[in-house]
């Protein structure tokens, strides 16, 4: 909810409140009326155990978060020893789940997709389209990061494309002049960088500067305002992979109507937290019971879920099932996908 990437925390706060609102106007689950509880852990490991520590305090048992990977795993422990069902709109680093089912812990869900097939679905993309170019692949050193990073790397290897050299950037820097240098010695045509808004922004405007000209293409991460508003015009042309776009599904439509009608656009992880709490809800009637466990068990059975971005199903651990996506461009302020 603060700091460089909080206006991802204002998509989760949109979507979760217009899912709770039109729950509640329907008459709630089970009798009960949902109430959103609003946590801040600043994408910081340390800050996410202590809003943990505190949720569960609090007698709170269902969590719509965390948003960055390396918040959500570690936060992640607190929680499925505690019987918290906590599922994530947006972390999508394979450890959250993969570590969960290694352990036993029942309660740790993802409506999202993952870094492994994202990275499955981009590299071979790029392997096909930049064959014989100069590809850089960098990362900011985050598990989000550094994760999406090394699924392309390892995908694009595999379908015959290696990459000029793979390194990791300090996010939070404001100066990465060293880094623009270093891509144009290596002639890069294209750039895959692993990380968030703020540091690709930063990077297309210094490259700019430097008349350094180079395709980035990013994850997930730069589906907001906040990206245009960093990078400007430098960021014209850029590409990133977002799961198939929520708000264009009918199911979504009332949904994107009433939340743009309240003056926010429904864009980046809006409608995934929207889906969480609708999913949360789904589970526990299905449960006939508010006990998280038996909401998670209910959700894990294959049985297809209601929600605002289709119809979605999990597997046994957690995951979501059959996840498509979209290869977006920035144009101009805004980004739509592109026709493949």
């Given at each position: 909810?603060?700091?460089?990437?909080?206006?991802?925390?204002?998509?989760?706060?949109?979507?979760?409140?217009?899912?709770?609102?039109?729950?509640?106007?329907?008459?709630?689950?089970?009798?009960?009326?949902?109430?959103?509880?609003?946590?801040?852990?600043?994408?910081?490991?340390?800050?996410?155990?202590?809003?943990?520590?505190?949720?569960?305090?609090?007698?709170?048992?269902?969590?719509?978060?965390?948003?960055?990977?390396?918040?959500?795993?570690?936060?992640?422990?607190?929680?499925?020893?505690?019987?918290?069902?906590?599922?994530?709109?947006?972390?999508?680093?394979?450890?959250?789940?993969?570590?969960?089912?290694?352990?036993?812990?029942?309660?740790?869900?993802?409506?999202?997709?993952?870094?492994?097939?994202?990275?499955?679905?981009?590299?071979?993309?790029?392997?096909?389209?930049?064959?014989?170019?100069?590809?850089?692949?960098?990362?900011?050193?985050?598990?989000?990061?550094?994760?999406?990073?090394?699924?392309?790397?390892?995908?694009?290897?595999?379908?015959?494309?290696?990459?000029?050299?793979?390194?990791?950037?300090?996010?939070?820097?404001?100066?990465?002049?060293?880094?623009?240098?270093?891509?144009?010695?290596?002639?890069?045509?294209?750039?895959?960088?692993?990380?968030?808004?703020?540091?690709?922004?930063?990077?297309?405007?210094?490259?700019?500067?430097?008349?350094?000209?180079?395709?980035?293409?990013?994850?997930?991460?730069?589906?907001?305002?906040?990206?245009?508003?960093?990078?400007?015009?430098?960021?014209?042309?850029?590409?990133?992979?977002?799961?198939?776009?929520?708000?264009?599904?009918?199911?979504?439509?009332?949904?994107?109507?009433?939340?743009?009608?309240?003056?926010?656009?429904?864009?980046?992880?809006?409608?995934?937290?929207?889906?969480?709490?609708?999913?949360?809800?789904?589970?526990?009637?299905?449960?006939g019971d508010v006990d998280p466990s038996k909401a998670a068990e209910s959700l894990?059975?294959?049985?297809?879920?209601?929600?605002?971005?289709?119809?979605?199903?999990?597997?046994?651990?957690?995951?979501?099932?059959?996840?498509?996506?979209?290869?977006?461009?920035?144009?101009?302020?805004?980004?739509?996908?592109?026709?493949?």
């Open positions: 909810m603060t700091g460089p990437l909080a206006s991802i925390g204002d998509q989760f706060k949109a979507g979760a409140q217009a899912a709770a609102d039109a729950i509640n106007a329907k008459g709630g689950v089970l009798g009960h009326k949902i109430k959103i509880d609003l946590e801040d852990d600043q994408c910081d490991p340390k800050q996410a155990v202590s809003v943990a520590n505190r949720i569960v305090a609090s007698g709170i048992q269902f969590v719509d978060g965390h948003a960055c990977s390396g918040a959500s795993i570690p936060a992640s422990a607190v929680y499925a020893e505690n019987g918290v069902l906590m599922m994530t709109p947006a972390s999508s680093n394979p450890v959250l789940t993969d570590a969960a089912a290694e352990k036993g812990w029942s309660t740790i869900m993802r409506l999202y997709t993952r870094d492994d097939a994202q990275g499955a679905f981009i590299g071979p993309w790029i392997a096909k389209n930049y064959a014989g170019k100069n590809v850089v692949i960098l990362h900011d050193k985050t598990a989000y990061g550094q994760g999406v990073a090394k699924a392309v790397q390892t995908s694009m290897g595999e379908n015959g494309l290696k990459e000029v050299f793979f390194d990791g950037i300090n996010p939070g820097d404001k100066d990465y002049s060293a880094v623009v240098t270093k891509l144009k010695e290596a002639k890069a045509d294209v750039v895959y960088f692993g990380g968030y808004h703020p540091e690709a922004g930063l990077i297309l405007r210094q490259a700019s500067d430097q008349g350094v000209k180079f395709q980035l293409i990013m994850p997930d991460s730069i589906s907001t305002p906040e990206f245009w508003q960093v990078a400007g015009p430098s960021g014209e042309g850029t590409l990133f992979v977002f799961p198939s776009d929520p708000q264009a599904k009918p199911e979504a439509k009332e949904a994107v109507e009433k939340i743009s009608a309240g003056g926010f656009k429904p864009e980046g992880f809006t409608l995934f937290s929207y889906a969480v709490v609708q999913a949360i809800a789904q589970g526990v009637e299905r449960a894990k059975n294959g049985q297809p879920v209601s929600t605002v971005v289709g119809e979605i199903a999990f597997d046994e651990k957690g995951d979501l099932k059959n996840a498509s996506y979209d290869i977006n461009r920035w144009s101009n302020g805004k980004y739509a996908p592109m026709k493949q």
